[in-house]
């Protein structure tokens, strides 16, 4: 199985001592290029008769990122504000997840190469290296926890809700693809109108819906959800009725 290079994605933030760091994606980034080094030691032991032994004793890691500036968009933002960052100030946490469901989380420094600027005709430009500082964590797909609903605010069957709600749901794992979720008015099986967006973790999920009516029936049906592993959520409805 080969998958192209746009289905690798990846978040950068800053690091902190306790808990759970925030990430942000970068906008409009065009390559991402990673650089391996190692460090071979070599030796010619008499036993193998003038042949050279080899061990890999030591590595380092490197990422090229090149694209365009997007003022605004808090992933270039961060980057961007590196630019005049030196000691612990450069450090960034590296998040890269690849399209087979595999995360890679590292810690390391950010260098900015070319932070702005180009041909008065070209889009104003943002390139940085990242540099490992250690031993990456390298989570693979298959050690990932199934894909579940955790919470749902509101609860399946709760009455009384407001509204003007924007319902939460809360999965076990982040969320790759979740277009399949519908939001119909019971009545009727009118579609409602909604508008999903997904927090730093791709775990929670904001539906962001138009035109509740009072004392109405709803289902959010949750179906072909799946996460970063891709594993698929079993379809799931939640109804709630409206005050």
């Not at 290079?5 to 759970?20: H, N, R």
């Not at 999965?171 to 409602?192: A, H, M, Q, Y």
Request: hydrophobic share 40%; proline share 6%.
């Amino acid at each position: 199985m080969v998958f192209p290079v746009y289905g690798y994605t990846f978040k950068v933030g800053a690091p902190v001592t306790t808990g759970t760091p925030t990430l942000y994606t970068v906008k409009d980034v065009n390559s991402l290029e990673p650089k391996i080094k190692s460090t071979v030691k070599n030796w010619t032991p008499l036993d193998q008769d003038g042949w050279e032994r080899n061990l890999i004793t030591g590595k380092s890691m490197s990422f090229d990122f090149k694209g365009q500036r997007n003022y605004e968009d808090p992933g270039n933002d961060f980057v961007a504000g590196k630019l005049l960052s030196t000691g612990n100030d450069s450090a960034a946490v590296l998040e890269i997840n690849f399209p087979n469901g595999d995360i890679m989380t590292c810690n390391g420094i950010i260098d900015l190469t070319a932070p702005f600027g180009g041909a008065s005709t070209d889009i104003d430009t943002l390139e940085w290296t990242y540099t490992l500082d250690g031993k990456p964590a390298y989570t693979p797909a298959s050690a990932a926890a199934p894909l579940s609903l955790v919470s749902s605010s509101p609860i399946a069957n709760a009455t009384g809700v407001a509204d003007n709600v924007s319902p939460i749901l809360t999965f076990s794992n982040p969320i790759f693809n979740f277009e399949g979720i519908s939001f119909i008015k019971v009545t009727d099986g009118s579609l409602i109108t909604f508008t999903a967006s997904s927090d730093s973790s791709g775990k929670v999920l904001t539906l962001s819906a138009t035109g509740l009516e009072a004392a109405a029936s709803y289902e959010i049906i949750l179906a072909g959800v799946t996460d970063i592993y891709s594993q698929v959520l079993a379809t799931q409805i939640i109804q709630f009725t409206t005050a």
